[in-house]
C-alpha cells in the first residue's frame, strides 16, 4: 500500500482540546450501544404491552443490528465525499430522535420501524466515530484514543440492562428510551458546540470505483479479515453466558449482576491501559499477549460447572477485560493500515461487516448449544469455546497478515507517520 500524501493545509489548523474530542466521541459511542443494551430487560414488559411474543420481541433487537449492517454498508459509497463533523450531527441527531420517538411508539410496527432508524443512523455514526479518531489523532496516541472510545462498551454493558430494568419499573417501559433520547440530544448540542471541522482527503473517484477500491485492495481485505475474526471470536461465548452461569455454574440473578459490575468497571479502567501499552509496543504482540489471556479465560468459562462465586468472578472479569482489550491494538492497526481518503467509507463497511459476523457467530453458537430438557443444563457449551479459541488464533494469523503487507500499522517507532488532518475551530 502506498503511503497516506500528506495534506496541504488550507488555513493554520486549529488548536483542539484532544480529551474533549475523544470524549464527545466516546459519548457517541457509548449512547450508541447504551440504546442496543438497554432494551434487553424489557422483554416482558413490550410482549405485555403490544401483546406479542418472544420471536415478535427478537425483531426488535435483530432489526437494529441488520439495519445497522446493510445501511452502513451503503453508506461505504459516500461516506469519504461527506463533511465528517456535519454528517455525524446529522446522523446522530436521527439516532436522538428515533431513540425518543421508542418511547412514543403507540404500537408494535412503529415500534419497530423508530427501532429500525435507531439502528441506520446509530450503527453508521459509530463507524464514523472511528474515522474521526483516526482523522485526528496521530498514530502515536491512536492507540490511548482507540481505548477511550472503545471502553465505551464495557460501560453500556454494566448500565444498559441495569438502567433499562430500573427506569421501567420505577416508571414505566417508555422511560429508558425518554432517558436514553435526551441524554443523546444533550450529547448533540455538546458535539454541535465542541467538534471542529476535520478537512480531510476527499475521494476523487466515483462512488462506484471508490467503493470497488475499497473491497478489493489487497490491505483492505486483510484489515476486513482481521476485523471480523476479532468480533466472531468473543461474539461465539457471549449469547450463552447468562444462561450458563444461571443453569450450569447455579448462580442468582444477583450475583450475575455482580459479575457483570464489577467486569463492566474493572473493564472500563483497564482500556487505557492497553491503549497506552498499543502506543508503546508492536500492536502485534501487545494483541498476542492480550488475546492468549482471553483465551485462558474462554477455555474455563466454557467448562464451568457450580462454583463459588468469586472463582467465577475472576474468570469473567478476565474474560471482560481481555475482549475489550484486544480491540485497540487490533483496530488501531487497521486504522493505521487504511488510507486517509478510504478511510470513513472503510470503517463503515467494516462495521457493517463486524455487526454481520456478531450475528453469525450468534447463530452458530445457537447451533452448537442444547438445553437438556430434564436437567435444564446447557450442554456442548464447551464445544463453542473449541471454535473460540480457534477463531482467536486465527485473529493473531491475521494481525501479522496485515502487518506484512502494512508493517507501519503495527510499529511505533516513527516510521511512515501520516500527517493529521487540518482542524478548524468548532463551529
Not at 152 to 174: C, I, N, Y
Not at 313 to 334: D, I
Amino acid at each position: 500500500m502506498s503511503e497516506a500524501q500528506p495534506i496541504l493545509p488550507k488555513a493554520p489548523a486549529a488548536a483542539v482540546n484532544e480529551r474533549l474530542l475523544l470524549f464527545i466521541l466516546a459519548a457517541v459511542q457509548f449512547t450508541h450501544v447504551m440504546d442496543f443494551m438497554i432494551i434487553m430487560p424489557l422483554g416482558t414488559r413490550l410482549m405485555d404491552a403490544f401483546a406479542i411474543g418472544p420471536a415478535a420481541f427478537s425483531k426488535l433487537t435483530a432489526t437494529y443490528s441488520i439495519s445497522a449492517a446493510v445501511v452502513g454498508f451503503l453508506a461505504g459509497f459516500v461516506m469519504d465525499r461527506l463533511p465528517r463533523k456535519r454528517t455525524l450531527l446529522v446522523l446522530y441527531a436521527g439516532f436522538a430522535l428515533s431513540t425518543a420517538g421508542c418511547a412514543l411508539a403507540p404500537t408494535y410496527e412503529t415500534l419497530l420501524l423508530a427501532r429500525l432508524v435507531a439502528g441506520v443512523c446509530g450503527g453508521v455514526a459509530s463507524s464514523l466515530v472511528a474515522a474521526m479518531v483516526a482523522d485526528v489523532v496521530p498514530p502515536e496516541r491512536r492507540g490511548r484514543a482507540m481505548a477511550v472510545v472503545a471502553a465505551a462498551f464495557p460501560l453500556a454493558l454494566v448500565m444498559g440492562m441495569p438502567t433499562g430494568l430500573f427506569l421501567a419499573e420505577k416508571f414505566s417501559w417508555h422511560a429508558p428510551f425518554y432517558f436514553l433520547g435526551g441524554a443523546s440530544l444533550l450529547v448533540w448540542v455538546v458535539a454541535f458546540k465542541a467538534l471542529p471541522m476535520v478537512v480531510t482527503e476527499r475521494a476523487t473517484v466515483s462512488p462506484m470505483r471508490q467503493m470497488r477500491q475499497i473491497l478489493t485492495h489487497p490491505v483492505h481485505i486483510r484489515a476486513f479479515a482481521l476485523s471480523g475474526v476479532l468480533v466472531f471470536a468473543g461474539a461465539l461465548v457471549v449469547p450463552f453466558m447468562i444462561p450458563s452461569m444461571e443453569t450450569n455454574v447455579k448462580l442468582s440473578s444477583d450475583q450475575i449482576s455482580v459479575i457483570y459490575f464489577i467486569g463492566g468497571i474493572v473493564t472500563a479502567f483497564t482500556a487505557n491501559l492497553f491503549g497506552r501499552l498499543s502506543d508503546r509496543f508492536d500492536k502485534l504482540y501487545v494483541l498476542a499477549g492480550v488475546t492468549a489471556l482471553a483465551m485462558t479465560a474462554v477455555f474455563f468459562i466454557t467448562r464451568l460447572g457450580p462454583t463459588p462465586l468469586l472463582g467465577v468472578l475472576g474468570l469473567t472479569t478476565l474474560f471482560f477485560v481481555t475482549m475489550s482489550g484486544r480491540f485497540p491494538p487490533a483496530m488501531t492497526m487497521v486504522a493505521n493500515a487504511v488510507e486517509p481518503q478510504y478511510r470513513a467509507g472503510f470503517m463503515s463497511v467494516n462495521a457493517a461487516m463486524q455487526q454481520s459476523c456478531g450475528g453469525m457467530a450468534n447463530i452458530v453458537a445457537g447451533w452448537i448449544v442444547v438445553r437438556n430438557a430434564e436437567t435444564k443444563v446447557l450442554e456442548h457449551y464447551e464445544k463453542v469455546g473449541w471454535v473460540s479459541l480457534a477463531a482467536f488464533v486465527v485473529t493473531v494469523l491475521l494481525a501479522a497478515w496485515l502487518r506484512a503487507a502494512a508493517p507501519h500499522a503495527a510499529r511505533n517507532d516513527g516510521a511512515a507517520r501520516e500527517k493529521p488532518a487540518v482542524l478548524d475551530p468548532p463551529h
